[in-house]
């Protein structure tokens, strides 16, 4: 009898040791060298092997012993083997404590076998806060939001306080104001409203709504003390393109003494990247030399170079990452489809089926963009038609928008127009809008009137369809049909927006508008334009007024487009910077023919390497060349 106790405690001192990793008591007899190391790695195996034995004898462990085999189960994603270890901790009657059962609750959830977790749940016959945070947090995680909310009351009923674990949980299932104000109340009521989690989670969730002023006046509320805080409101606000008020929290929060972290690092690159900041972008690069591994925060900055227009450096940072996941190459496979460089492109793709992962839908946006931007028809339609063959995906709204336009591009409208009703969904405003543009290029009357239309009939107060109408007509020199479109804007109010174009000098921000002489030196920069044209006359430069959309003559239509926004940002940036510094521009809207010409020449007048984004892409002039290959 004796031999038998002494059998029954070494079992259930290995599997103690098996889970735990602890070391053999001298008094247990030696064992084999390997076992040692094998119980400090989490041997399963050999901890599922002591179970079997101690059930042959009937014997129970202790709750620790439980709780680390279930770690250990939960470490090896061994489903089948947890779930013997739930049958036989429940078994000949045993009533485990509440805090094992919570183990297995977690188990559960961390396998996503939400139904067994609920079954172990409803049969506990004690429930403390962690039992019902891990349910509802549960639900949190897989968007069964009523559930969490709907447990959150019965928590409440059965009189458990929430703790500060439990609103961050159930705030993230807020899906209405209504519900987050009344979370916010019960926070308020308890006294957690100081907690650095939860004041997170209610930033989160009401920057995640829309509502940043709520989230600014929670953060408002008391002297913040701790980072994560802090990193929450600044990805507020950089999420929702307010790159102004990111980048001012982000002075605030380093005045106060807060180092950058990664996660506030990627707000502030995200910051730069929507306002187009490359300098502050490139301040920000070197806080990032310090987390040399950290993948995320290496995308966002790739992101950043490729939208700022600055391939060199985005090359750089995507040759030396150690690691690239599909978010590294599709995000460089899209800036160098956006920047011109489309067979580059195409060409990236190709070493990504190779050594990269797998594709995914944004992946192939990127490829079906560069196609559209190189006029490669068969290669897009190839792409587009294979992607759920090759790699199981389906054609979304935003694939089928490039397919429509590529086809645009390259004037196929009527195959523009069988696919729209081919689509795996409904046309919408931009769906038409593609067909008007392209009708616009290729000076399609019939067809534009058939798509202003229907962009009609879906938003009656559409200011471009009127204004692609328009300049559709005055590309066919219909000046009373432009009179009668624009009558209509005028009686609608609508009104067309004016193009704009900027430029940073000395971190100051320069914008001009067509007409506007309220920059300061408007008449040095008008009298230095006139001195280009009349150089690049000379030259052979003619300015090209079929862009000009209005009924003028002669020299008015050139004078009209002598003083385009792009021109005038173009010169102050030539009289502001030295030669080396590249130029660059952003545009509101797409820049016109004439100023295309204009910027390809000056470029190689004055030998500048000048940089114009407009909203559908970047354009790289150098040398008399543009990067669009002269295909936009």
């Known amino acids: 009898m004796k031999a038998l106790s002494k059998r029954l405690r070494l079992l259930q001192t290995t599997l103690s040791r098996c889970c735990s990793g602890a070391a053999s008591p001298p008094s247990v007899p030696a064992e084999p060298p390997s076992l040692l190391n094998l119980c400090h790695q989490r041997d399963l195996p050999r901890a599922m092997q002591a179970l079997d034995s101690m059930e042959r004898h009937g014997v129970k462990a202790d709750a620790i012993t439980y709780a680390e085999l279930i770690k250990c189960c939960l470490a090896h994603g061994a489903v089948r083997e947890g779930k013997r270890v739930h049958r036989h901790i429940f078994s000949n009657g045993y009533l485990p404590k509440t805090f094992l059962i919570n183990t297995l609750l977690n188990m559960y959830v961390k396998f996503n076998l939400l139904e067994e977790a609920q079954v172990v749940f ?8 962690v039992s019902w945070t891990t349910m509802i947090s549960a639900y949190s995680s897989v968007k069964l939001n009523d559930r969490a909310m709907k447990l959150l009351v019965f928590m409440l009923r059965e009189g458990v306080m929430p703790n500060m674990f439990t609103f961050s949980s159930v705030l993230r299932a807020c899906e209405y104001l209504s519900d987050i104000k009344q979370i916010h109340s019960s926070i308020l009521k308890v006294g957690l409203e100081s907690d650095v989690f939860v004041r997170s989670a209610l930033i989160d969730v009401y920057s995640k709504l829309g509502e940043l002023l709520e989230a600014l006046s929670v953060f408002k509320e008391m002297v913040t003390g701790d980072r994560v805080v802090w990193n929450s409101i600044i990805a507020a606000f950089a999420q929702h393109s307010d790159g102004d008020e990111a980048l001012y929290l982000y002075k605030k929060m380093r005045r106060a003494g807060f180092p950058a972290d990664q996660s506030t690092l990627t707000s502030v690159l995200r910051a730069c990247t929507g306002m ?10 070197v806080h990032v030399l310090k987390f040399d591994q950290d993948l995320i925060l290496h995308n966002a900055l790739l992101d950043m170079y490729c939208k700022c227009g600055s391939l060199e450096d985005a090359k750089f940072i995507f040759n030396r990452m150690v690691v690239k996941d599909v978010i590294s190459w599709s995000t460089m496979i899209a800036g160098l489809a956006q920047n011109g460089f489309s067979l580059e492109a195409l060409k990236l793709f190709d070493s990504m089926k190779v050594m990269g992962p797998r594709p995914n839908y944004i992946t192939i946006l990127g490829v079906l963009f560069a196609c559209s931007h190189a006029g490669l028809v068969d290669d897009g339609w190839h792409y587009f038609r294979s992607m759920k063959n090759l790699y199981g995906i389906d054609p979304g709204r935003e694939h089928y928008g490039c397919m429509l336009d590529l086809l645009g591009r390259a004037g196929k409208l009527d195959d523009m127009v069988k696919l729209i009703h081919e689509m795996n969904c409904k046309p919408d405003v931009v769906t ?14 019939d067809l534009a009137t058939y798509a202003a239309k229907e962009i009609l009939k879906l938003d009656a107060e559409d200011t471009g369809a009127y204004v692609l109408l328009s300049n559709t007509y005055a590309n066919s020199k219909m000046w009373n049909d432009v009179a009668e479109v624009r009558r209509t804007m005028r009686v609608k109010g609508i009104r067309k927006e004016p193009g704009c174009s900027w430029i940073e000098v000395d971190k100051q921000i320069h914008a001009f508008i067509l007409g506007d002489k309220s920059h300061p030196q408007i008449d040095e920069i ?19 007024t079929n862009f000009v959309l209005q009924d003028l003559e002669g020299e008015q239509r050139e004078d009209s487009l002598r003083h385009h926004s792009e021109k005038l940002a173009i010169v102050f940036g030539i009289m502001s910077f030295p030669k080396e510094k590249t130029i660059r521009v952003w545009k509101n809207l797409r820049i016109c023919g004439d100023c295309h010409i204009f910027a390809k020449l000056i470029a190689k007048l004055e030998q500048r390497h000048i940089v114009i984004r407009d909203p559908i892409r970047y354009h790289h002039f150098r040398d008399g060349v543009c990067s669009c290959g002269d295909y936009w």
Do not use: K
């Open 526 to 544: 008008s009298r230095q334009l006139n001195q280009f044209i009349s150089r690049l006359t000379g030259a052979g430069y003619v300015p090209d």
């Open 276 to 285: 187009s900041l490359l300098e502050l972008g490139r301040q920000a690069h």
């Open 122 to 129: 409803d049969e506990m016959p004690e429930r403390n806060v």
């Open 432 to 445: 038409w809008r593609t067909l008007l543009d392209a009708c616009r290029a290729h000076r399609n009357v």
